[in-house]
């Protein structure tokens, strides 16, 4: 198991931002793709950003494009999702996941194209 952290989570208002980290000590992330989805209470997992391994290409879901972004520091080995002007139905846990695939060619929208996975943040966002 490669062990992924998320960090930043929290309570904010609608129309508010957090910006949420995922770490993997000891594991570059610069060959892997990496996503972020969330899953809400009595829903299924879900898409919301992606990251290429070339750092070049991103993906989102529809219901967050132009409001979160999704980066990366090789430096810090830390992913990042940036979320503003967030929105109740936002709430959800937040999970980071990595690919296995070293430089692999998965398009990432999909859950089961993820091996990795943190234990995940809560974010609630309230109106």
């Known amino acids: 198991q490669v062990p992924l952290e998320e960090s930043g989570g929290g309570l904010v208002q609608a129309r508010g931002s957090l910006r949420l980290s995922c770490a993997a000590p000891g594991r570059a992330f610069s060959n892997y793709n990496m996503g972020w989805l969330r899953q809400a209470p009595g829903k299924e997992r879900e898409f919301v950003a992606g990251?290429?391994?070339?750092?070049?290409?991103?993906s989102y879901a529809d219901s967050v494009k132009g409001r979160f972004t999704i980066s990366r520091d090789n430096a810090k080995n830390t992913v990042y999702l940036q979320m503003n002007s967030l929105k109740p139905e936002d709430t959800a846990v937040y999970f980071c996941a990595q690919d296995s695939a070293f430089r692999g060619s998965r398009s990432g929208i999909h859950p089961s194209d993820y091996t990795y996975w943190g234990q995940g943040t809560q974010v609630t966002v309230s109106s």
């Open positions: 990251l290429h391994w070339t750092g070049l290409r991103t």
